[in-house]
C-alpha cells in the first residue's frame, strides 16, 4: 500500500487509540512488523515516562492544553517508537475535536511523523499546519463520500488533496461519526459507505481507501479489498497485544466483557461512543461517580466541562484513569467486536494471523 512517499509492506493499518491505548509499543512494533503504526497524539501527559518532563498535574490529571496535549511527551513518545522501528512509516492520530488542533499537528511533524490521521470532524483546514513539512501525508476519516468532496473542496486553497482516506463505519471503537440512530441503519454500515467514498474520491486524485470499523479477520480484510479498498484500518484487535500500551487491567476488561456489555454512549465530545458497561456507568446511575471538574481543557466540543457535566463524566479523566489502570472509575473504549479478544498475542503472531489467515 503506498500513501504519499511511504510504501507501506502489508494493508493494515493499526488505529489510533486515544490516552495510552496505541502510544510507543505497539505503534512502534506494528510498524516494525510491516503494517502502519499509528501513535495516538490524546493524552500525552499521561505518559509514565513523563518523570523527567516538567509536566504539571493536579489530582494526577495533566493541567490545561498544553499539558494534556504535551509537546516534550508527544515527541519522547514518537522517539521511543522509532527506536522500535526505524525508518519504517509512521503515523500519528489527532483528533480534529483536540483543543490546540494545529498545534499538536505542528508538533508531530517536527517530531518527525510521517503522516498524520485525522478524525472526529471535517478536517477542512488540515494542510494549513503542515505547510512546512511537504513530506507529511495527510489522512482524512471520513464516514460519507459527501464529507470527503467537503474536505477536497476546502482543500484546493493550499494546493493539497489527501494522501489517502479512511472511511470509519459504526461498528469501530470510540466515537463514531454518526448520530446513534444512524449507528444501527442498514445504509451507514461500513459496507453500505464504502463504494460510494471510492467513487468520490475517482474526483481527487483517486487517492487509496481504507476501511475502518468493525474489522477482525483475514475474511474482513479479503472483503474490503476485493471492493476496492487499498487497506484496512483496524484497532480493538490491536488491544489483545503484548505490546499494547494500555495496562493490563484494560486487557483484562475486554477479555472478560461479553457482547453484550458493548455498547453505545453518549460522550463529552458530541458524538455516541463504543465502549464497555463498567462500574463508571453503574455509578453514574448511581449517582456516585467521580465529580466533574474541568482540569485538561481536553476537547473543544466540551466547552470546558459544560458537556461533561451534562453527560456525567469527563471524558479526559476517565480515559486517563483507564490508562492507568483504575477499573472502578476508568472509560474502556472498544469496537464491536472487543469481546472476541480472549488472550494476548504478541503483534507478530497478530500480524501473521491477519496475513495468512487462521
Ligand atoms: C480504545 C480505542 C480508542 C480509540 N481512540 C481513537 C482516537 O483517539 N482517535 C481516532 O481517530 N480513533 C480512535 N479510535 C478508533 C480507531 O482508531 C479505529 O478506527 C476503529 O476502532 C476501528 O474499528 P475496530 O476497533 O473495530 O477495528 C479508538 C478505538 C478504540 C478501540
Given amino acids: 500500500m503506498k500513501i504519499g512517499k511511504y510504501e507501506i509492506k502489508h494493508p493494515i493499518i493499526q488505529g489510533g487509540m486515544g490516552v495510552g491505548i496505541s502510544w510507543d509499543k505497539l505503534a512502534g512494533t506494528v510498524s516494525l512488523e510491516g503494517g502502519l503504526g499509528v501513535i495516538s497524539a490524546v493524552g500525552t501527559g499521561y505518559y509514565k515516562e513523563n518523570k523527567d518532563l516538567s509536566i504539571k ?3 494526577e490529571k495533566p493541567v490545561d492544553v498544553m499539558n494534556f496535549y504535551n509537546k516534550d511527551a508527544l515527541k519522547k513518545i514518537i522517539d521511543n517508537a522509532r527506536k522500535i522501528c526505524g525508518d519504517a512509516p509512521l503515523a500519528c492520530n489527532i483528533l480534529y475535536a483536540c483543543n490546540d488542533y494545529g498545534r499538536i499537528v505542528e508538533d508531530a511533524c517536527e517530531a518527525g511523523i510521517d503522516i498524520i490521521i485525522t478524525g472526529a470532524g471535517i478536517p477542512t483546514n488540515m494542510p494549513e ?13 471520513v464516514s ?14 493550499y494546493n493539497k488533496l489527501p494522501d489517502a482516506v479512511i472511511v470509519e463505519g459504526p461498528l469501530s471503537g470510540g466515537h463514531q ?14 459496507e453500505n459507505i464504502v463504494p460510494p467514498v471510492i467513487e468520490e474520491a475517482k474526483n481527487w486524485g483517486n487517492p487509496p481507501i481504507i476501511a475502518a470499523g468493525g474489522i477482525w479477520d483475514k475474511n474482513d480484510i479479503d472483503k474490503y479489498l476485493n471492493m476496492g479498498c487499498a487497506g484496512v484500518q483496524m484497532a480493538t484487535r490491536f488491544i489483545g497485544t503484548f505490546e499494547c500500551d494500555a495496562d493490563v487491567n484494560m486487557k483484562n476488561v475486554l477479555i472478560q466483557a461479553k457482547s453484550e456489555d458493548i455498547k453505545l454512549m453518549k460522550s463529552p465530545v458530541g458524538l455516541p461512543a463504543r465502549g464497555v458497561q463498567t462500574n463508571l456507568q453503574k455509578s453514574m446511575l448511581e449517582g456516585t ?7 485538561s481543557n481536553c476537547v473543544a466540543p466540551c466547552h470546558r466541562g459544560v458537556e461533561a457535566k451534562a453527560v456525567g463524566y469527563c471524558i479526559a479523566d476517565r480515559l486517563g484513569a483507564a490508562y492507568q489502570g483504575d477499573v472502578e472509575t476508568g472509560l474502556f473504549f472498544t469496537g464491536s467486536n472487543g469481546y472476541k479478544i480472549d488472550k494476548i498475542i504478541t503483534v507478530h503472531e497478530l500480524m501473521e494471523k491477519l496475513i495468512k489467515g487462521e
Fill in 144 to 157: 460519507s463520500a459527501r464529507a470527503l468532496k467537503l474536505i477536497c473542496k476546502k482543500w484546493k486553497r
Fill in 129 to 141: 499546519f503542515t505547510k512546512n513539512y511537504p513530506d507529511v501525508a495527510l489522512i482524512p476519516i
Fill in 289 to 295: 461517580a467521580p465529580k466533574v471538574v474541568c482540569i
Fill in 57 to 59: 498535574m493536579r489530582r
Fill in 177 to 190: 461519526g454518526f448520530s446513534y440512530e444512524q449507528c444501527f441503519q442498514e445504509e451507514f454500515q461500513l
